[in-house]
């Protein structure tokens, strides 16, 4: 869902430095349903039709009406946010946000999905390009089923796995960090700041990479989100980490100064240091393949 880029969108060059929810925006509205949300009984049931996948707005309401949410958990960019009865499941897509009305009394047009609980209070999914959705899951199987097929998530996968799934996979570094069935939670801007910090040019093939340089991508990946995660909520744009700069016009390496280059990789936008992200050279790769 999330990392489906239609073309008429990954045309328009500002969408580059836009903020899009990945995975720690998502544990952040995780958090958010928690102290808004769970514990609450649902009193009543607002949804835009065209934003819930597999059910009618109907059959919505009256799923979830009367029940209690729990603590809700997350899978990459997922959120399942169990009741006491079925769950109910949202992507954010591009554009999505959870909004609780203590701090935003008045709804908003791009509020998809309202639950409105029996404390009177409501939260509201917001979304305005209705990328991803909301979803409604009655046994864990559905829940599965609506998911598809998902590595472990970015956040929890050991350097073990992480390790094994990487070796069993062919092709470009970039694609394998935002490939949902790899592991679940990558997404473009983790990506290029991942590789980045690793030192790893962007259109490197896995298959080149050294051991060591596998364990680096894992511990770099591990850190990024770590930080992100328990510290700001988002992806931050600290000054010694690329997102600081990446997409800005005229943008140099935070680390060596070098200007930064901007190419397609994975099929995405993505920006990364000529200086220290090295251009893959055929010999290397040659020689890689061959001694393995
Ligand atoms: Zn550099």
């Given amino acids: 869902m999330g990392s489906i880029v239609p073309p008429a969108v990954a045309n328009v060059p500002a969408r580059d430095t836009v903020p899009v929810p990945e995975l720690p925006d998502v544990e952040a509205y995780r958090r958010f349903f928690l102290a808004h949300a769970a514990g ?50 949202l992507h954010f897509g591009m ?75 062919r092709g470009g570094v970039k694609a394998a960090l935002m490939d949902q069935t790899l592991v679940a939670g990558g997404g473009n801007l983790i990506a290029d700041e991942v590789l980045w910090q690793a030192r790893i040019h962007p259109h490197r093939d896995i298959a080149g990479l050294g051991e060591e340089e596998r364990r680096r991508l894992y511990s770099v990946l591990r850190s990024v989100l770590r930080e992100s995660v328990d510290r700001y909520d988002y992806i931050p744009r600290k000054p010694s980490w690329l997102s600081h700069v990446r997409g800005m016009p005229g943008a140099a390496c935070p680390r060596c100064g070098t200007p930064l280059a901007r190419t397609v990789a994975g099929g995405r936008t993505t920006y990364f240091c000529p200086h220290c992200q090295p251009e893959p050279t055929p010999t290397g790769r040659r020689q890689r393949t061959m001694s393995r």
């Fill in 95 to 169: 554009t999505g946000d959870l909004v609780w009305s203590g701090q935003e009394p008045e709804r908003h047009r791009h509020d998809r999905l309202i639950l409105r609980f029996d404390d009177g209070d409501e939260l509201r999914y917001r979304n305005m390009r209705k990328l991803g959705g909301v979803w409604l899951a009655h046994d864990p199987e559905e829940v599965a089923r609506v998911l598809g097929p998902l590595g472990p998530d970015a956040l929890a996968v050991s350097r073990r796995a992480f390790l094994e799934l990487l070796g069993r996979r």
């Fill in 40 to 89: 609450k009984t649902v009193a009543d049931v607002w949804a835009d039709p065209t934003i819930v996948r597999n059910a009618t707005p109907h059959a919505l309401r009256r799923a979830l009406r009367g029940r209690r949410f729990e603590e809700p958990a997350r899978h990459g960019k997922w959120l399942m946010c169990w009741t006491d009865g079925p769950a109910l499941l």
